[in-house]
């Protein structure tokens, strides 16, 4: 089984929708993150959480709200949908050394009509 | 703020051949590490390599080493003995020591011709 997974994998909403992507992860990690991935962009970081009452903002946050229900669940909600949300979007979570590097789920392709 | 800089959007390679994918980054910290991360069509971002900045070594993982000019803030990968399954978009990406935020690169496409 998948140490980090993400669901849905692809999404198609209409604007102005409410969405929530979901991320579990089985590695016992404190950390998780979201990020976004858009073509010739590279990943930026939406959100990040150190422990279920540490949660950050990361570079791109606007238009974005996280929840951090347990230690092993992290989502991200777009509360109205819009166009140029369009992305890949990541989860990502690692232990609590600074040498220690993050593990990345599967991505899910969300389109927004 | 930090930046790290892939020049190469696309760069291609024939099998059991060798490619070096280019990186630079700029940061005024002097404890950083930096990383390559893989992401083939199947969308997973996998870790390839990473480096200590303290480390004066290159670091190697069988046919992947990076060469590591810290003056020259300079980062590329090496890949030796191509293989189909190499065929990815390669990440470089950066860490500062104190935070957990990780900054990424553009990306690199790589293509392995038979």
């Known amino acids: 089984d998948a140490d980090v997974t993400q669901t849905p994998r692809n999404r198609i909403t209409k604007t102005g929708k409410r969405i929530m992507l979901e991320c579990s992860q089985t590695?016992?990690?404190?950390?998780m993150y979201w990020y976004r991935q858009d073509p010739g962009l590279g990943l930026r970081l939406i959100y990040y959480?150190?422990?279920?009452?540490?949660?950050n903002k990361g570079e791109i946050s606007d238009g974005y709200s996280v929840s951090r229900q347990a230690q092993a669940k992290f989502s991200l909600s777009l509360e109205s949908a819009i166009p140029n949300q369009t992305a890949l979007y990541f989860c990502?979570?690692?232990?609590?050394?600074?040498?220690?590097?993050?593990?990345f789920g599967p991505g899910t392709r969300l389109t927004v009509l | 703020a930090q930046t790290v800089t892939q020049s190469q959007p696309e760069m291609s390679v024939q099998e059991a051949e060798t490619v070096t994918l280019s990186c630079t980054y700029d940061?005024?910290?002097?404890?950083?590490?930096l990383f390559w991360y893989k992401q083939p069509p199947s969308r997973q971002m996998i870790l390839v390599i990473r480096?200590?900045?303290?480390?004066?070594q290159n670091a190697t993982e069988n046919r992947f080493s990076v060469n590591f000019q810290k003056a020259a803030k300079s980062f590329s990968l090496k890949i030796s003995d191509s293989q189909l399954g190499d065929a990815a978009m390669y990440f470089c990406?950066?860490?500062?020591?104190?935070?957990?935020?990780?900054?990424f690169g553009t990306g690199t496409r790589l293509q392995v011709f038979p």
């Open positions: 940061t005024s910290e002097s404890d950083y590490y």
């Open positions: 959480s150190f422990d279920v009452k540490d949660i």
């Open positions: 590695k016992g990690h404190d950390r």
């Open positions: 990406a950066y860490r500062s020591g104190n935070t957990d935020k990780l900054i």
């Open positions: 480096q200590e900045a303290y480390k004066q």
């Open positions: 990502a979570t690692k232990g609590r050394g600074l040498t220690d590097t993050q593990y």
